[in-house]
């Protein structure tokens, strides 16, 4: 069975559930959006979970941004598909929705109260577009990459034996 992600804001405006089958928070992701949107220590931490298990308690107080990017992978600026989710009130990263993936949603692991397993290993990514001032901690066996992996969360989640059914 699925782990149940419990998650809030920082005011409780806004609380949701959501099953996961990929619960790890091993993947850090150092872009700019994800760094200025709730990266503080300079990266992020997205989990993967079932859009459609998605329970929000509080949508008044929900806020969507969707990013503009433009950099080396995107010369000319685009809108990012991507949906992130926020508390209008406080301010709290929450998730991100893609619509590409629509089966698919992303909660931010800082939004999540209930307990989550530890990695045996980390994914540094997007490095490449890193603050200068942001020092990774890069552990024994920790992977890392200047853009994206081809090893998607849920194939991590498997090969090391940490999926949940």
């Not at 849920?154 to 090391?160: G, I, P, S």
């Amino acid at each position: 069975m699925p782990l149940l992600l419990k998650g809030s804001c920082r005011c409780n405006a806004v609380r949701f559930e959501v099953e996961s089958h990929t619960p790890v928070p091993f993947m850090l992701c150092y872009c700019s959006i994800c760094r200025k949107q709730q990266g503080g220590g300079g990266f992020a931490i997205n989990l993967g979970a079932a859009y459609e298990t998605l329970n929000i308690r509080g949508k008044r107080s929900l806020g969507v941004y969707r990013a503009e990017i433009e950099d080396d992978e995107h010369p000319h600026c685009e809108v990012s598909t991507g949906e992130r989710n926020f508390c209008r009130k406080c301010g709290s990263a929450l998730w991100l929705y893609d619509p590409t993936w629509p089966e698919l949603v992303h909660p931010f692991a800082s939004a999540i109260d209930s307990d989550l397993p530890r990695p045996p290993e980390k994914v540094h990514l997007m490095l490449k577009y890193k603050a200068n001032w942001v020092e990774p901690d890069i552990g024994k066996g920790d992977k890392t990459f200047d853009v994206y992996p081809e090893e998607s969360i849920a194939d991590w989640h498997k090969r090391m034996g940490m999926w949940v059914d």
